[in-house]
Every structure is written in structure tokens, then in C-alpha cells.
């Protein structure tokens, strides 16, 4: 570490500016406040991990309520306090209100805690700088400003689940006057308050982040390092951050007219209302508008969560192919093309407000037309598998994985982007599936197979392969065994955020398929302890990691198998190919990193590589301008 | 021999053509766009409702107006004084600068006070709400602009912002300008849709 730190020291005197003036630092600034982008990778990676074990666990609760309506509950009183009513029998019941409370707080973990904080934070910061062949992010001070917001943010979440009246209780979409309203629900109350509080400073964090990433793909690239020879991780990772960065100012909009309505008195979204005959005074409000300016952000957000799942899924299965991805610009457009179609799609959610339907029939129009850059990504995955010489690793069978849930998912999106069918299925566990299965489930397998991949990169160890085969395989035939019984439930026309059923005598018919998707989400969460297990098994026990496990092109793999504050020791190498030169031709290796020359593999160059061999020199010779200071 | 080496240096750009700093007070610049795009957007949406209190903007509104832009002013000259290591007047204009940066802030104030007396109130129709919001949300991105200025003011006093050191002042001049014209835009366009 020492000689790293020292090779870094010189290289940057030598080049006249002191980039990384790198001391011994104390524990709190190494490991705590912390402004390596490797080390607040692994923080945003940890807090996501414990954010989805939450957000799991509460998904249990509640798929209990949902499957077994009538069973004794009281064994969770222990944990649940007040939220588990007492029968003079012994027996316990949930609480109602704290089943909505579970719902809301499932999804809003899972959606920005763990999907996007959890998965943007973890692997833009960390594959970011160490792809594209840089010394650390644009400003580690904003980054790690980025990963204390998030903290706080999390707390005050984590907070409001302690709450007498309990955490938010109005769907994560928080729909006034629902959550506008103390009286509409205890939820309502000072638990939506702090998940205001906290979802603000979440967006602060989320902001800083995205703008990093970009700054730091646009301006921190090494020499050689063209667009066309990113890797698509980043070109993900960078869509990815332009959509946070547009969408996620429009949420706060939202957000902060809430809270005045909610605690300054405001009208907003409120109006003509009644509590128990008694008029409220607010008048002149439109709740369309929370959906109007909630949705512009949640459209863009699902594909904040997808897009980096699908990026790293690229880089992953392009790796244990052995075969060029196909269609890398046809990647990178479809991946454009999804990023500019999302902002004019949000009304799809919207079909049930009485919108006009001509309005519907445009919104459905572009709606759908998603799914043609969405087929063109699987398709380039399916045919870069085809007749690759595949490697399951742990890590290739969740990207594969991932885009099996793609394809089925997307299948219902194209139902559902319908506004007529929409409206039968809005609002019943059709749309459950559906989404869960598209960019839940998809977006997890993307995490959990980047995870499995870097692993050996971020701590120098391998996982246990074993371990991770049996977790696949668990996982992905729970996923499917609860979400694929779900859109049956949907189409029998069961609604979503119902407490139970058993009142409805047509409903008894599925009450066998509830039972049987809970156990199977309870098979599903138990595979994820092996992989918490293994995970953390391996950060100390794990076998050593070699510098280049999945005989890999991209830049990380050509740094010390425990990479320095700094990244490279001595310069950072220099880029000549894109980054998926895989069983090349006439290539007695298999693979030829990016930092290659051309000109050192004349036996399989194509013609018009040949060419380039001539411009090599260019390359080598581009001087980074030292007039513009770090 | 020689000629073609010295063409080839010349034709081989510099990687790093923009400044990190600057290009991150451009995208921080348009997160602001964005969140004041979807504040009157969602005011426009609501007001074409129906059932919309029309409002007289405060006089003194169209005077905080113009201190902005002078102090705009001032900072464009402290900029240029700074370009060419003129220290005195640097440190003049960019007090005037923030001088006039916070007197617009104390007429802001003055304003929703008149708005008050006026009876328009944050409570009520929507149309008066949305003025406060604006209005107030525009002073708080003054003020982390005078957070801003005041460190460049700092340095500039501590003689760290030179012809050769400009990175500073330019990113602090790019948000003070970009927080003068979004007055300006909010102005206007409440001057407008009222």
C-alpha cells in the first residue's frame, strides 16, 4: 500500500499537480468521512444491503397478512409492539393501519434506498472512475457529502418506523390528500413528515451523485478513452445520472408543496373536503397536480433503477460470453432512447384521473413505442449469448437471470401500457407482478450479479461459488414461483393495498395461490441469507482474488488486486479499443484488454485497425492541460 | 523535420477542455432549472383550473429587480478586474456585489410584507401560495448564492483570485448571473400570468 501511495505521489510532482496529496490518514477520514470513491462505494453498498433486508423483512409481514389472513400473529409481538392486537384468546391480529404503514415503506425503500441509492451508489462510484480510467471522482468532497445526506436521510426513515403513529402510511407514491391529511390515516401524520424530511435530503444526495458521475465520465476520461470505446456500464451509469439529475429536482417540486400544504396551511392539492361533516378551509387545489409532478419524477425513477442493472448486465454477459457484445451502439442508442422516452411517458400511470382519452391514446402511443428500444436490449443480450463459450459464474447466471425477468416483465408492460386494459387492471396485483418482475426483481439480479462480478475487485477476495449457484437458484424460482402466480390474482381482479379479502366470498377461491406465494417469498428471502452469509464470509475469508478473475477488458482490472487511494500506482494507462475485443480472430488469447496497442496485435487486427495503429502515437501524446487546475 | 513535429503537438487537443468545477455549477444550474420549471409549470397547470385570486405584484419588486442586476454588474466587473490583477477594484466590486445581493434579499422581504398588507397571504388561493413559494424559493437559492460569494469574497481579500486563479470567481460569477436571470424569468412571468 505504502509503494502505491508513494507511486502515485511521484507521478502526480512529476506532472506538476499535486492531484492526491495522499497521507497516512486517521481511521475517521479513511474509512468514516471518507472522499475515496472505492470506500463510499462500499459504504452505499452496505447501507443497501441493510435497507433491502429491511425492506424484505417487511415484505414478509405482510405477504403473511396476505397469504394466511386468519393466523395468530402473536409470535411477532416481540417485534411489532402495539402494531399486533391482542384477541382476549391469545391470539394476535396486524394492525391495519400498519399493514398500509408496511406497504408504503416497502416500496419506498426498496425503490430509492436500495434500487437507486443501494445499486446507482454503489457502482457508479465505484466502477465510474476505475472504467474510465480516472484518479478518483471530479470532487470526492460532494461525493462524500452525497453518502452523509443519504445517511441522514436514512436515519430519519429508519427513524419514523418507531413512531407511535407509525411510519407514512399512503403508498410510496404518496397521493394527496391521502398523506395531506392527519386524519386520513395515522400514517399520515409525523410519519409522513419525516419520510418528506428525509425523501428532500434524499434528492440532495441523489443530485450531488448524479452530477459527479457526469462531470466525472465528461472530463475525467484517460487518453484514448473516446466515447465510442466506453464501456456500456458507464454509458449506463451515465444516462442513468442525467435522468436523476433532470427528473428528481421536478419530485421536490412535488414534495415541497406538499409539506406547505401539510404544515403550512396551503392549498395545493386540497380542496372541497369534508372530515366528519365539518368543511376544511383549503380550497382551490388540484390532487391531479401531486400526480402530474409525482409522476414526472417516478417514470424516469424506474428507469433510474433498471438502467445500471442493465449496464452492468451488459458488461457481464458480453465477459462470461467470451463474445463481443452485439450491437454496442445499438446499446447505447436503445439506452438513449429509453432515457428520452421516459420523460414524456409519465401519464401512463395516470389513466385513471378522468385524464381525456385522447390525451390517454397519445400517452399509451409513446408508452408502447418503449417497448422497442426495451426488445432491442434483449435481443443484443440473447444474441450475444448465442454460440458464445458461456461461463455460468454466480454473476452470469443473474444476469441472465435478469434478463429472463426483463423479457416476461416487459411482456406485461405492453398489456398494461393499454389505457382500455390499463383501466380494468389499474389498481390489482396484475400491476404488482408486472412491475415487480420488470424492475424489481430484474434491477436486484443486476445488483446482486454486480456484486458477485466486482466482489473480487472491491475486496480482493472471491465469493464462494457454490454458495452463489445455490443462491441463483433459489432466488430466481422464488421470484418467479410469487410473481407469476400474481398475475392470475391480478386478472381474477384482486385490488392492491387491501388489508384482506376473506370479506369477499368471490375471493376465497385464490386463497390456496395467496398461501402458496407467500411460503415461496419466504424460500425467496431465506436464499438471501446464504448470500449475506457468503458475502460476509468473504470480505475476510474469501480465497485471495486473482488480478484478472473473469478475464476481463475493461480498465479495473489492470489495477493492483487492492487498488490504492488513487487507483493506479504510476500513470494511468492509456486506452487504444473498445472494451469487448472477446475470442477475436487470428488472437491466440481470448480476450485483449483496452490498454492493448493495435500495433501490438498485428495477428488479429481488422484492416481498418491496421490504420489506427498510426494514430497511436496521437493518443500517447495527448497532454492533459495543466492550465485548468483539478 | 521539425515543422512536423511541432504541427503534430499543435494538432493533438487537450483532453480536459472544460473545467470540472465549471461543468458542475452547469449541471447544478440545471437542477435549479428544473425544479423552477416544474414550480410554474405546475403553476400554469393550476391557474388554467380555474378559481384564480388574480394578485398586483409589490412596486418594490420591480426595484429589487434592477439592484439585481447592478449587483450582476458588479460582479461582471470584479471579474474583469480580476483578469487583469486589479486588485483594489476587484475587492470593490465584488463587496458591491454582495452589498447589493443582500439589500435585494431586505426589499424581497419588504415585498411579501407589502403582499401581506395587500391581503394576499400564503394560505388561501392558490395563486397567492404560489407567489410566497417562488418568491421564497428564489431567496433561498440567493442566499447559498451568497454562500457562494462570500468565499470568492474571502479569497479575493486574502489575494488568492488573480489573473492566474480564475476558477473561483468564474463558477461564482456563472451562479450569480444564473440567479439574476432566473429573477428576472420569475419576475416576468408573474408580472405576466397573473
Not at chain 1, 361533516?277 to 401531486?290: C, D, K, R, V, Y
Not at chain 1, 414461483?481 to 393495498?497: C, D, K, N, S, W
Request: glycine residues 8%.
Amino acid at each position: 500500500m505504502a509503494t502505491v501511495a508513494e507511486h502515485i505521489e511521484t507521478q502526480d510532482h512529476a506532472h506538476g499537480h499535486g492531484h492526491e496529496e495522499h497521507h497516512e490518514q486517521s481511521f475517521i477520514r479513511k474509512y468514516i468521512f471518507s472522499e475515496d470513491h472505492k470506500v463510499i462505494a462500499k459504504q452505499y453498498l452496505f447501507s443497501g444491503i441493510i435497507w433491502a433486508v429491511i425492506g424484505g423483512l417487511m415484505s414478509l409481514v405482510f405477504r403473511l397478512q396476505l397469504g394466511f389472513p386468519e393466523m395468530d400473529m402473536a409470535w411477532l409481538k416481540p417485534v411489532l409492539g402495539q402494531w399486533v392486537s391482542l384477541a382476549p384468546d391469545g391470539t394476535g391480529k396486524l394492525d391495519p393501519n400498519f399493514y398500509l404503514a408496511l406497504v408504503t415503506m416497502h416500496g419506498t425503500i426498496m425503490v430509492f434506498f436500495v434500487l437507486t441509492a443501494g445499486l446507482s451508489g454503489t457502482f457508479s462510484n465505484f466502477l465510474i472512475p476505475l472504467q474510465v480510467g480516472a484518479r478518483d471522482m471530479a470532487s470526492g468532497f460532494m461525493n462524500m457529502l452525497s453518502y452523509w445526506f443519504f445517511f441522514i436521510s436514512s436515519v430519519i426513515m429508519f427513524w419514523s418506523i418507531f413512531l407511535e403513529t407509525g411510519p407514512a402510511g399512503g403508498g410510496w407514491v404518496i397521493y394527496p390528500p391521502l398523506s395531506a391529511l392527519g386524519e386520513a390515516n395515522p400514517g399520515s401524520q409525523s410519519g409522513m413528515t419525516l419520510w418528506l424530511v428525509a425523501m428532500a435530503l434524499f434528492i440532495v444526495s441523489s443530485l450531488l451523485g448524479g452530477i459527479n458521475y457526469v462531470t466525472t465520465v465528461i472530463n475525467l476520461r484517460t487518453k484514448g478513452m473516446s466515447f465510442d470505446r466506453l464501456p456500456l456500464t458507464i454509458w449506463a451509469f451515465t444516462f442513468t445520472a442525467i435522468l436523476g439529475i433532470l427528473s428528481f429536482p421536478v419530485l421536490l417540486s412535488a414534495a415541497l408543496l406538499l409539506i406547505f400544504d401539510r404544515s403550512f396551511g396551503t392549498s395545493f392539492y386540497l380542496s372541497d373536503i369534508y372530515i366528519n361533516g365539518h368543511a376544511l378551509p383549503n380550497q382551490g387545489g388540484s390532487p391531479i397536480l401531486f400526480q402530474h409532478l409525482f409522476w414526472f419524477l417516478g417514470h424516469p425513477e424506474v428507469y433510474i433503477v433498471i438502467l445500471p442493472a442493465l449496464g452492468l448486465t451488459s458488461e457481464i454477459i458480453a465477459t462470461n460470453s467470451r463474445k463481443p457484445i452485439f450491437g454496442y451502439k445499438a446499446m447505447i442508442f436503445s439506452m438513449a432512447g429509453i432515457m428520452f422516452l421516459a420523460f414524456i411517458v409519465w401519464a401512463h400511470h395516470m389513466f385513471m384521473t378522468g385524464m381525456n382519452p385522447f390525451l390517454g391514446s397519445v400517452f399509451m402511443l409513446l408508452t408502447l413505442i418503449i417497448a422497442v428500444p426495451s426488445a432491442v436490449k434483449a435481443f443484443n443480450y440473447i444474441t450475444t449469448l448465442w454460440r458464445g463459450n458461456i461461463i455460468f459464474t454466480p454473476a452470469m447466471m443473474f444476469a441472465i437471470g435478469l434478463v429472463s425477468f426483463f423479457v416476461s416483465g416487459g411482456l406485461t408492460g405492453i398489456i398494461l401500457g393499454n389505457s382500455s386494459l390499463d383501466i380494468q387492471l389499474h389498481d390489482t396485483y396484475f400491476v404488482v407482478a408486472h412491475f415487480h418482475l420488470v424492475m424489481g426483481a430484474a434491477a436486484i439480479f443486476g445488483m446482486i450479479g454486480g456484486v458477485y462480478h466486482w466482489f473480487p475487485k472491491m475486496f480482493g477476495r472471491m465469493m464462494n461459488d457454490t454458495l452463489g449457484y445455490l443462491h441463483f437458484w433459489l432466488t430466481f424460482i422464488g421470484v418467479y414461483l410469487v410473481f407469476f402466480p400474481m398475475h392470475y390474482i391480478g386478472i381474477a381482479g384482486f385490488p392492491r393495498r387491501y388489508y384482506q379479502w376473506s370479506g369477499f366470498e368471490t375471493f376465497n377461491t385464490f386463497a390456496d395461490l395467496n398461501a402458496f406465494m407467500t411460503i415461496a417469498a419466504i424460500l425467496a428471502f431465506a436464499a438471501q441469507i446464504i448470500f449475506i452469509y457468503n458475502f460476509i464470509y468473504s470480505i475476510f475469508w474469501g480465497k485471495k482474488a486473482p488480478a484478472n478473475p473473469w478475464r476481463s477488458n475493461t480498465l479495473e482490472w489492470t489495477t493492483p488486486i487492492n487498488p490504492g487511494h488513487g487507483n493506479w500506482p504510476g500513470e494511468i494507462p492509456t486506452v487504444y479499443r473498445w472494451p469487448y475485443d472477446y475470442s477475436k480472430p487470428g488472437s491466440e488469447s481470448d480476450f485483449i484488454p483496452q490498454n492493448i496497442p493495435f500495433s501490438a496485435t498485428p495477428e488479429s487486427n481488422l484492416p481498418e485497425e491496421n490504420e489506427m495503429i498510426s494514430e497511436e502515437k496521437e493518443i500517447e501524446k495527448i497532454e492533459f492541460n495543466h492550465n485548468i487546475p483539478d | 523535420m521539425k515543422t512536423l513535429e511541432t504541427t503534430m503537438i499543435q494538432e493533438t487537443k487537450p483532453i480536459l477542455t472544460v473545467n470540472k468545477y465549471k461543468f458542475i455549477i452547469w449541471l447544478f444550474i440545471i437542477t435549479i432549472i428544473m425544479l423552477f420549471a416544474s414550480q410554474t409549470s405546475a403553476y400554469l397547470v393550476r391557474r388554467a383550473e380555474g378559481n384564480w385570486t388574480e394578485f398586483k405584484l409589490p412596486v418594490i419588486f420591480w426595484w429589487s429587480s434592477s439592484i439585481l442586476i447592478i449587483s450582476s454588474v458588479f460582479m461582471y466587473l470584479a471579474q474583469q478586474s480580476a483578469k487583469k490583477d486589479n486588485y483594489g477594484k476587484l475587492k470593490t466590486y465584488i463587496s458591491g456585489a454582495f452589498l447589493f445581493g443582500i439589500i435585494f434579499l431586505a426589499m424581497q422581504y419588504i415585498g411579501w410584507l407589502e403582499l401581506q398588507d395587500s391581503g394576499i397571504y400564503l394560505k388561501g388561493n392558490p395563486s397567492g401560495s404560489f407567489l410566497y413559494i417562488l418568491t421564497g424559493l428564489h431567496a433561498f437559492h440567493l442566499i447559498s448564492g451568497l454562500v457562494v460569494l462570500l468565499f470568492a469574497f474571502v479569497a479575493s481579500y486574502q489575494l488568492k483570485i488573480h489573473s492566474k486563479s480564475l476558477i473561483q470567481i468564474e463558477v461564482c460569477a456563472t451562479y450569480w448571473h444564473f440567479l439574476d436571470l432566473l429573477w428576472l424569468y420569475l419576475f416576468v412571468f408573474l408580472l405576466y400570468f397573473r
